[in-house]
């Protein structure tokens, strides 16, 4: 769905037009509520959300930015829920991928994403945060993998900790019922138009050209950055070999929770998952 790679882009987010918004001084970090558009390093126009954490004055401290599933946005219940749930361990950066909500451009579902994840991240530490985790489901799952890939050792557009929720190990997996209907929606017109009306979700209609590295190809490469993969049981999009794949490919900078009874993505991670994420990335970051 992109004509160029999403890695041959990454190393342009240290253009100055690609540093967050103007608002937010580097010198003087502001530590109170902030929405703005984010401009990426490919031109798209990007909604974004920043929400101070406990210990607004301390500028060494967390921020989480939360990379939503495909049809979320910024706005949406479960993405506040998964927002407000973190917040109790630092500030929270939310954000809609282009082609979701407010943002601009369509969605490229994973590829050209990372390029959103690069500037919400980069105006994350705008605010004069030291830590920086993303988390990212479904979608967002994989998006984070590969975004701490391409951006590993960028001081500021790259992370510190990556959880990965409910996100696939490989491209064009079909063999649920679930993802064989979000194929139809993603590759068909019909399909398209559903997303655009009935779902919010602009769907960019090229095919991924060059395809874009997978979540399992991207994983060794984000050593030594910590890693959590957390996956459910019960999840109807992709079986418990997704989650496999990608801790056998972390080796050992990796862990692996297998939830049981767990569903997909936000709508199955409840509070008391969310506070062990939040836990586990609080001491992980450092």
Do not use: C, K, Q
């Not at 496999?244 to 409840?270: I, T």
């Amino acid at each position: 769905m992109s004509n160029r790679p999403a890695g041959h882009v990454a190393r342009s987010t240290r253009r100055p037009d690609n540093r967050p918004h103007p608002e937010t001084p580097r010198e003087a970090p502001r530590r109170t509520p902030a929405r703005t558009f984010l401009r990426t390093a490919d031109g798209v126009s990007v909604d974004a959300v920043y929400e101070p954490g406990p210990n607004r004055r301390d500028p060494s401290d967390l921020v989480f930015v939360v990379a939503h599933g495909f049809t979320g946005d910024a706005d949406r219940p479960h993405v506040r829920r998964i927002a407000a749930a973190f917040a109790r361990h630092g500030a929270v950066v939310t954000f809609s991928f282009r082609g979701h909500g407010a943002s601009g451009g369509r969605s490229t579902v994973g590829d050209r994403e990372v390029l959103d994840l690069a500037a919400a991240v980069a105006w994350a530490r705008g605010f004069g945060h030291a830590r920086v985790a993303t988390v990212g489901f479904s979608m967002g799952g994989s998006v984070v993998l590969r975004h701490a890939a391409l951006y590993a050792g960028d001081e500021e557009a790259g992370t510190d900790a990556v959880v990965s929720v409910s996100s696939p190990a490989r491209w064009y997996y079909r063999g649920t019922a679930p993802m064989r209907r979000l194929h139809w929606l993603v590759m068909r017109p019909t399909g398209r138009l559903v997303g655009r009306y009935g779902l919010r979700t602009r769907i960019h209609h090229r095919d991924w050209d060059p395809v874009p590295l997978s979540p399992v190809e991207a994983v060794p490469r984000i050593a030594p950055t910590p890693l959590l993969v957390v996956h459910g049981d019960r999840d109807g999009y992709f079986p418990l070999d997704h989650p496999r794949m990608l801790a056998e490919a972390a080796g050992d900078h990796g862990e692996l929770w297998l939830e049981p009874g767990m569903g997909h993505a936000e709508n199955a991670s409840d509070e008391a998952l969310l506070h062990r994420i939040g836990d586990w990335v609080v001491a992980a970051a450092g």
